[in-house]
């Protein structure tokens, strides 16, 4: 589980590419590909450096219009989601 | 010893001890070679099996019994190996699509299940499982308003310094009588593609343009029980979805080079628009169908 002292970022090899307001991504090793809603994909591309769920939280309230804990929910749920798809690294 | 042709088609240029006479003739250094000769029995390394094919990164063994087998590597060797008394027409007919479209993912390429128009410059792709219409609706729109056609059933995408490029195919069509009606073509002369398979090849290299284009839009077209024309522009990862479906036997070759698919598909709708259609399954729609894709191509 990442706790939020964590940094994370995604890993190197992936493959991704935005869609108009989404973005599809590829583990080329695996060759699964993964699509990430509007949110995500915002996530996602934050991630392109390292952040701690906090940071992230605290970008993601200025961009988008909902609460702090609707936020850091969605935000965890995403994040355990993509560790469990070995989709991000441990900075 | 044999002749020696060359031709190009899908940007390339192949040397062949066989007449390949849909493609264009060419001269210069060939890429692609094919001769006549034995097919291996197998191929080695970490393959997969098929029925009647097996297929690895590199190589790639298909039969199709009773008329020839062919053997692609590194997509830059065919051999054939007919069987007795085979026809010309079957032989080349497997050639000049599946075993081509494995050589072209051999190279690092997207071939496209799709027909193709010149349209100012830019090419417009039809792109659909068989039977939807692909050739018809190509032919159609250059009938009617005169755009050269790039590509009848496989269009090669490649990318150059990071930009998508579409590569022209060759001058032929495969038509089947129903279509050489609606196109009002003279079937006079026509020949079939294969020996038993009433399908016509239609010449079309007057129409033709070969080179290559940045690309304009992709049009997918889909059948529907409806009785109207409907068209909607696909936006987002459904339209990376619809583009990966219409890769040219996406089945044989399944996830071996899916890097390089996500790529060119990636750069190709990051430059092109794409278009569901949806057309009657049943009756004449042609004309509506013309009318909606010259609109959306004004658009």
Same mark, same amino acid.
């Given at each position: 589980?990442?706790?939020?002292?964590?940094?994370?970022?995604?890993?190197?090899?992936?493959?991704?590419?935005?869609?108009?307001?989404?973005?599809?991504?590829?583990?080329?090793?695996?060759?699964?590909?993964?699509?990430?809603?509007?949110?995500?994909?915002?996530?996602?591309?934050?991630?392109?450096?390292?952040?701690?769920?906090?940071?992230?939280?605290?970008?993601?309230?200025?961009?988008?219009?909902?609460?702090?804990?609707?936020?850091?929910?969605?935000?965890?749920?995403?994040?355990?989601?993509?560790?469990?798809?070995?989709?991000?690294?441990?900075? | 010893?044999?002749?020696? =042709?060359?031709?190009?088609?899908?940007?390339?240029?192949?040397?062949? @001890?066989?007449?390949?006479?849909?493609?264009?003739?060419?001269?210069?250094?060939?890429?692609?070679?094919?001769?006549?000769? =034995?097919?291996?029995?197998?191929?080695?390394?970490?393959?997969? !099996?098929? +029925? *009647?094919?097996?297929?690895?990164?590199?190589?790639?063994?298909?039969?199709? /019994?009773?008329?020839?087998?062919?053997?692609?590597?590194?997509?830059?060797?065919?051999?054939? @190996?007919?069987?007795?008394?085979?026809?010309? *027409?079957?032989?080349?007919?497997?050639?000049?699509? &599946?075993?081509?479209?494995?050589?072209?993912?051999?190279?690092?390429?997207?071939?496209?299940?799709?027909?193709?128009?010149?349209? =100012?410059?830019?090419? #417009?792709?039809?792109?659909?499982?068989?039977?939807?219409?692909? &050739?018809?609706?190509?032919?159609?729109?250059?009938?009617?308003?005169?755009?050269?056609?790039?590509?009848?059933?496989?269009? #090669?995408?490649? !990318?150059?310094?990071?930009?998508?490029?579409?590569?022209?195919?060759?001058?032929?069509?495969?038509?089947?009588?129903?279509?050489?009606?609606?196109?009002?073509?003279?079937?006079?002369?026509?020949?079939?593609?294969?020996?038993?398979?009433?399908?016509?090849?239609?010449?079309?290299?007057?129409?033709?343009?070969?080179?290559?284009?940045?690309?304009?839009?992709?049009?997918?077209?889909?059948?529907?029980?409806?009785?109207?024309?409907?068209?909607? @522009?696909?936006?987002?990862? @459904?339209? +990376?979805?619809?583009?990966?479906?219409?890769?040219?036997?996406?089945?044989?070759?399944?996830?071996?080079?899916?890097?390089?698919?996500?790529?060119?598909?990636? =750069?190709?709708?990051?430059?092109? /628009?794409?278009?569901?259609?949806?057309?009657?399954?049943?009756?004449?729609?042609?004309?509506?169908?013309? &009318?909606?894709?010259?609109?959306?191509?004004?658009?």
């Amino acid at each position: 589980m990442i706790n939020e002292n964590i940094k994370i970022v995604r890993k190197k090899e992936l493959l991704s590419s935005r869609m108009d307001n989404e973005i599809v991504m590829m583990h080329p090793e695996s060759g699964k590909y993964f699509a990430l809603n509007p949110v995500a994909s915002r996530i996602w591309e934050l991630l392109e450096e390292p952040h701690t769920i906090n940071e992230l939280v605290e970008k993601l309230l200025r961009e988008f219009d909902v609460t702090e804990e609707t936020c850091t929910n969605e935000v965890s749920v995403f994040i355990e989601e993509i560790t469990e798809k070995k989709l991000i690294d441990i900075s | 010893m044999n002749t020696i =042709n060359t031709y190009t088609a899908f940007g390339l240029i192949f040397s062949s @001890e066989i007449e390949i006479p849909e493609f264009l003739p060419a001269i210069g250094e060939a890429q692609v070679s094919i001769t006549l000769g =034995n097919v291996p029995a197998n191929i080695s390394g970490n393959l997969t !099996e098929g +029925f *009647r094919f097996q297929i690895s990164k590199n190589e790639f063994i298909i039969r199709f /019994k009773p008329w020839a087998s062919f053997y692609v590597c590194n997509g830059d060797k065919i051999i054939i @190996e007919p069987e007795q008394d085979s026809d010309e *027409r079957d032989v080349r007919v497997f050639l000049i699509s &599946s075993v081509i479209a494995i050589l072209l993912h051999q190279r690092g390429l997207l071939p496209l299940h799709a027909s193709g128009i010149k349209v =100012n410059n830019k090419a #417009v792709l039809f792109s659909a499982n068989s039977g939807i219409g692909k &050739s018809t609706i190509s032919l159609a729109l250059n009938r009617k308003y005169g755009y050269p056609l790039i590509a009848d059933d496989i269009t #090669v995408i490649s !990318e150059k310094e990071g930009r998508p490029i579409v590569h022209s195919s060759f001058p032929s069509a495969k038509l089947w009588q129903e279509s050489v009606d609606l196109l009002g073509i003279s079937n006079e002369g026509l020949q079939y593609i294969r020996k038993d398979v009433f399908k016509y090849r239609y010449d079309n290299r007057p129409d033709f343009f070969n080179g290559i284009l940045d690309p304009l839009i992709v049009f997918v077209l889909e059948n529907t029980d409806d009785e109207i024309v409907e068209i909607n @522009e696909v936006k987002g990862i @459904e339209k +990376f979805n619809v583009l990966r479906a219409h890769i040219f036997r996406l089945r044989m070759v399944n996830e071996l080079y899916a890097s390089e698919h996500f790529k060119l598909i990636s =750069n190709l709708l990051n430059c092109a /628009k794409c278009y569901k259609i949806l057309r009657p399954k049943n009756g004449n729609s042609l004309d509506e169908l013309c &009318s909606v894709v010259q609109s959306a191509i004004l658009k």
